[in-house]
């Protein structure tokens, strides 16, 4: 694994978690938990959806079986040229430059000179939000 990730148990897990599915990183959209049976363990049923590529995604798991969770940095950058559905932005703490791209959502958003808050997760780069308004 080129990418940090913890483990917790099934159970544990909340809605609005981050987990990997798959090997995709994904948020929990519901969990339900059933009660223990007489021979087994409790079931979780998982509801996720993809955030890299909106795919929804349904397993079910044993309660104490463990999920990956990656761990997710957010930072801020500054946005230094906007091209198409790209932005070029320089990272506030190592000013590190490089292309993000970015969210429908967003479009229309992000213009020259604006904070945008990122996530780095896996190894990837996804714009989240624009932060400051000029």
């Not at 897990?13 to 021979?39: E, F, M, Y």
């Not at 932005?89 to 970015?102: H, W």
Request: proline share 2%; net charge negative.
């Amino acid at each position: 694994m080129d990418y940090e990730v913890k483990q917790i148990g099934a159970g544990e897990a909340r809605k609005g978690d981050t987990i990997l599915v798959d090997g995709a990183p994904c948020k929990i959209t519901n969990i339900d938990i059933s009660k223990t049976g007489k021979h087994g363990h409790a079931k979780a049923r998982i509801e996720a959806v993809g955030i890299l590529d909106d795919k929804k995604r349904i397993f079910i798991a044993s309660s104490h079986d463990k999920l990956e969770v990656p761990l997710v940095e957010k930072k801020n950058a500054q946005v230094l040229a906007v091209t198409g559905n790209h932005a070029n932005v320089m990272d506030a703490e190592t000013y590190e430059t490089f292309d993000l791209e970015i969210p429908e959502e967003l479009q229309g958003q992000v213009v020259e000179g604006i904070q945008v808050l990122y996530w780095e997760l896996l190894g990837k780069k996804i714009m989240k939000q624009v932060r400051t308004q000029q």
